[in-house]
C-alpha cells in the first residue's frame, strides 16, 4: 500500500531529523520508503528540519570539503549526488532553502514532503542552485503547491517561526547528528529511542517490532509501476532497496519500460534516475 489511510490513531510516531543539503539524509531515502511501505500502518511521520547546514558560512574552502563529502557519500551508498554544484553552481543561502519548505508545509504535511523530496532531486541531481528564488518557485510548481501563497508564506513570519520551532524540537531531543531518527511508543511516559545516522533497513525493522512488542507481518509491496507512478521520480538504488533486487536486475526491468514509453531515464553522476511519464 503507498496511500496509507487513518494517519491518526497509529502506535508508533516517527520524528525524522533532516537537512534538505545532507547527503545522508538523501541516502536514507530507500529505506524510509521500504519502511512507509511494508509498515506505515503502525507509524505516523513527522519531518524535522535541522539548522546543521543551514547556518554554516559557505566559504570557498568550505565548498571543497562539502564536495568531497558529497561524492564520497554517493559512492558509498548508491544514491547519486554530484558533488561539482559546490563549484559550479554554488548554493550561498541554505537557509532559504529550509524556510521554503517549511512554507510549502504550510499547505499540507504531504505538500511539505513533496517539495521537500523535489529539492532534493533538484540539489542532488540537477545541480540547481535552491537559494534562487526563481528555482524555489519552479519547484513549488513542479508539486502543484498555490504559488502566491507559497510566495506569500516564504516571506512571511510564519515559515521563519515553523524553522525555529523545528529547531527547538532538535536541541530538546539532543539531536546532534544528522539524520536521526526518534521513536515513540504510545506510552507518553517513555523516552524516545533516538537512532542517529544510516543503518542497514533491518535495524528500523527491529525497531518497530520491539516496541510494538510483536513482529507484524509487512504489508505487501506494489507493483513497481505503481511504486514509479506514486513517487514520479525514483533512482535505481531506491527500487532495488524497496524491492529486494540488485542494481543490474532493476535496469534490465526498465529497460523494456522505456521501449513502452512509460519511463523516462535520468542519467546521474553515481547511477540513474527514473521518472514516470503520465
Not at 524555489?136 to 515553523?162: M, P, Q, R, Y
Not at 511516559?189 to 510494538?212: C, T
Not at 506494489?222 to 533512482?235: M, Q, S, W
Request: proline fraction near 5%; glycine fraction near 4%.
Amino acid at each position: 500500500m503507498l496511500e496509507l489511510c487513518n494517519q491518526d490513531k497509529k502506535p508508533l510516531e516517527i520524528y525524522i531529523f533532516v537537512d534538505p543539503l545532507c547527503p545522508e539524509c538523501w541516502a536514507l531515502e530507500p529505506i524510509m520508503k521500504k519502511l512507509f511501505i511494508e509498515y506505515g500502518s503502525f507509524f505516523r511521520l513527522r519531518h524535522v528540519l535541522s539548522g546543521k547546514l543551514s547556518t554554516l558560512n559557505l566559504s570557498a574552502k568550505k565548498h571543497e570539503s562539502i564536495a568531497q563529502l558529497w561524492e564520497k557519500t554517493a559512492s558509498r551508498t548508491g544514491m547519486s549526488c554530484d558533488g561539482s554544484l559546490w563549484f559550479d553552481n554554488p548554493i550561498s543561502s541554505p537557509y532559504l532553502a529550509s524556510i521554503a519548505i517549511k512554507a510549502a508545509e504550510l499547505q499540507g504535511k504531504r505538500a511539505g514532503m513533496r517539495f521537500l523530496r523535489k529539492i532534493q532531486e533538484l540539489i542532488f541531481l540537477k545541480k540547481q542552485n535552491v537559494s534562487s528564488m526563481d528555482v524555489l518557485v519552479e519547484c513549488a510548481k513542479n508539486v502543484n503547491l498555490d504559488i502566491e501563497e507559497f510566495i506569500n508564506d516564504i516571506h512571511s513570519s510564519s515559515a521563519a517561526k515553523a524553522f525555529q520551532c523545528d529547531l527547538k524540537i532538535a536541541s530538546e531531543m539532543e539531536v546532534t547528528e544528522i539524520p536521526s531518527l526518534v521513536f515513540f511508543n504510545e506510552n507518553i511516559e517513555d523516552e524516545g529511542l533516538k537512532i542517529s545516522g544510516l543503518y542497514p533497513y533491518e535495524v528500523y525493522v527491529q525497531i518497530i517490532y520491539e516496541l510494538l512488542g510483536e513482529k507484524p507481518e509487512p504489508a505487501p509491496l506494489p507493483p513497481i509501476e505503481r511504486f514509479l507512478k506514486y513517487y514520479g521520480v525514483v533512482a535505481s538504488k531506491e527500487i532495488a532497496v524497496v524491492y529486494n533486487m540488485t542494481i543490474a536486475e532493476v535496469e534490465k526491468e526498465l529497460k523494456k519500460w522505456i521501449l513502452q514509453q512509460k519511463i523516462q531515464k535520468i542519467p546521474g553522476k553515481y547511477g540513474a534516475f527514473w521518472k514516470f511519464i503520465d
